[in-house]
């Protein structure tokens, strides 16, 4: 309990004090983390949308790949890319390793299937809806996706920002894969995890309640905009 | 209109259409020509929506086979591009009237002004022309029907299929629908459409096919489908039997 209210109080003071290092943890944090959602999205929800609308063998399977990625381990990440951007591995002389780039690679790795996976569902739904009038006009479902995409924004932002919960919430791919070095690839996971282990509980519980401030105000403001467009476009 | 290949007639062989050996549509032979609307009677479940479809290429028949037999069915773009339909609920984009219209003609090539501008003077021609900026989805039914409209229209196809434009709209908005229709047929489109509505029919047909379970009972100039109809299947529906 102590530790709690003496938590909070730290995270007043360094809120209000602007703490510089903590201005440049929660910087580099949504660098990372929103730089990965715009990736992660430019893949996701084109790929998402080519597999709601193509039928092929294996499709299904392909599907079942794309869900069970949703839940893929952020350790098990890290160590893969850690391993890609290693000296010798494949793209290890990009230099990316315990660098915010090799950072942003991991997390869109966690990120991509989660977006594709939810817009996938998302374009098949407004694609029941839309084939017959869309081929009539003349689009076939391939010329059909930009359309899909833009006509189901404001649906397929719930699944860019469930990308972006996951990627400003994980620790385990960027702390094995930035290494948590002080200054340059610190964020505020790893800054919490840090703390915790070196037992300054309270530090690292207001480092948290920042980050969860940040969190969901930034799904605030999105969900209040989204939901504002959406009513005007009566969708 | 002028200077253009023909993508009429269209010609129905022996066109069926099951589902599962469940026979749906069987035996139809038809042939669209331009000329006065044609319309599709025949009650709930009787296929009509099924054979506009066919019409259409929205589904392939089973059996038998749709063939256009214009110049213009050449190149599978004219095949598509020459015709349109418009839905019983229209589906509207999720974006402004304007860019409802907008949007198939940019799908054929029109750049941005003359898209805007043919979008706008159709629009004028169906009383959206205020409503422009609107997001389409907010419209009432009778206006999103008509924007429905107006988006094929903007397109001049040689044939426009209408699936009960109006079933889902009050008297007042079946109106303005109906005379939209009335000018697109005049402005040199083909329109086929269904109806189970008999007003509507007297009001706009040219001719008149009866379907009955998934045949055609008849096919007959309207003035006289509706004086002396030519099948017992027909005479009961115009008389308000129950003919399934």
């Not at chain 1, 903590?22 to 715009?38: K, M």
């Not at chain 1, 990120?111 to 017959?132: G, H, K, N």
């Not at chain 2, 900026?133 to 907010?138: G, K, Q, T």
């Amino acid at each position: 309990m102590n530790t709690i209210s003496e938590a909070f109080l730290l995270s007043l003071q360094m809120m209000v004090r602007l703490d510089p290092e903590l201005l440049r943890i929660i910087g580099l944090s949504l660098r990372v983390s929103l730089t990965a959602v715009v990736l992660g999205s430019l893949i996701g929800l084109p790929f998402g949308a080519l597999l709601a609308l193509t039928r092929f063998p294996g499709r299904n399977a392909c599907i079942v790949v794309l869900n069970a990625c949703m839940g893929l381990p952020p350790v098990v990440v890290g160590l893969i890319v850690y391993l890609i951007l290693s000296r010798s591995g494949p793209l290890g002389t990009f230099g990316w390793l315990f660098t915010p780039a090799g950072m942003v690679m991991a997390q869109v790795v966690l990120i991509t299937p989660i977006v594709a996976a939810l817009s996938r569902q998302t374009v098949a739904d407004l694609w029941i809806e839309y084939e017959e009038q869309l081929r009539s006009l003349g689009l076939t479902p391939i010329k059909a996706i930009a359309t899909l995409l833009w006509d189901g924004r404001f649906s397929l932002s719930t699944a860019v920002f469930a990308g972006f919960g996951r990627a400003i919430a994980e620790v385990g791919a960027i702390i094995i894969v930035g290494g948590n070095i002080n200054g340059f690839t610190r964020t505020m996971t790893t800054a919490i995890s840090l703390e915790t282990s070196r037992g300054d509980l309270a530090l690292a519980m207001a480092l948290g309640i920042v980050l969860l401030a940040i969190a969901i105000s930034i799904n605030a403001a999105a969900t209040t905009l989204g939901n504002t467009a959406r009513r005007r476009q009566g969708a | 209109m002028h200077g253009r290949l023909s993508l009429l007639p269209l010609q129905l062989n022996d066109v069926g259409y099951s589902v599962n050996r469940q026979r749906l549509i069987g035996g139809v032979n038809l042939r669209f020509e331009m000329g006065p609307p044609t319309l599709i009677l025949g009650p709930n479940g009787a296929g009509k929506s099924l054979l506009l479809r066919l019409c259409h290429g929205l589904i392939e028949p089973t059996a038998g086979d749709v063939q256009w037999q214009g110049p213009a069915a050449q190149t599978p773009q004219n095949l598509r591009f020459e015709q349109a339909m418009v839905f019983q609920k229209p589906v509207l984009l999720r974006r402004s009237v304007l860019a409802n219209v907008e949007f198939p003609l940019k799908l054929r090539g029109l750049d941005a002004a003359s898209r805007r501008a043919k979008a706008l003077a159709v629009l004028e021609r169906v009383g959206l022309a205020a409503l422009a900026e609107r997001p389409a989805r907010v419209l009432s039914g009778g206006e999103q029907q008509r924007l429905a409209l107006a988006r094929a229209w903007a397109l001049e196809p040689q044939i426009l299929f209408l699936d009960e434009p109006s079933a889902a709209l009050d008297p007042g908005a079946t109106r303005q629908v109906e005379g939209i229709i009335g000018n697109i047929a005049a402005s040199g489109t083909k329109i086929v459409m269904t109806t189970h509505d008999l007003g509507q029919a007297r009001r706009l047909a040219g001719d008149i096919i009866f379907l009955h379970r998934g045949s055609v009972a008849e096919r007959t100039p309207a003035t006289e489908f509706f004086n002396q109809p030519q099948s017992d299947a027909a005479r009961a529906f115009l008389q308000g039997d129950l003919t399934w």
